[in-house]
């Protein structure tokens, strides 16, 4: 079942990076609310270091969650999950470390997500993949 949602300042002929980051924020932004709703508390959005970005930090009863969020609005490159990938895996393990070290967490119990984002017209569907690192 799609959500409604409004896309508002996308303006024809926009550069494709541009449109991709209005879209990828639209994204992290509907997972916010959508992880609101379920409980979550958000304690950190893009989280950036030299191994990568973190979408989304957030809280979930006793554990400390990191998000990747992923938007499509066609299937042209694969399902959200797809660019997921043992490389990416990597970098977000490397991302999730080095967050944890600086924030004196070692110790914490964590798990790393996915939560794609299908955008249809005015609507979108939200998909949570939870614990995809073993």
């Known amino acids: 079942m799609y959500k409604d949602f409004l ?5 024809e002929g926009s550069r494709k990076c541009i ?3 209005k879209f990828g924020k639209l994204g992290e932004n509907l997972a916010c609310q959508y992880l609101t ?3 979550y ?3 950190e959005r893009n989280f950036k270091m ?3 970005e973190i979408d989304i930090i957030a809280i979930d009863k006793e554990e400390l969650v990191f998000i990747e ?3 499509r609005t066609n299937y042209y490159y694969g399902v959200p999950i797809e660019a997921v990938d043992s490389k990416k895996q990597k970098h977000l393990l490397k991302a999730v470390e080095y967050y944890l070290y600086k924030r004196n967490l ?3 119990f964590v798990r790393i997500d996915v939560i794609e984002i299908y955008l249809y017209k005015h609507k979108y569907k939200i998909n949570h993949i939870k614990q995809i690192i073993g």
């Open 7 to 11: 896309l508002i300042n996308i303006k």
């Open 19 to 21: 449109l991709d980051t």
């Open 37 to 39: 709703t379920k409980g």
């Open 41 to 43: 508390r958000i304690i």
């Open 50 to 52: 030299r191994q990568g």
């Open 69 to 71: 969020v992923k938007t």
């Open 106 to 108: 070692e110790k914490e």
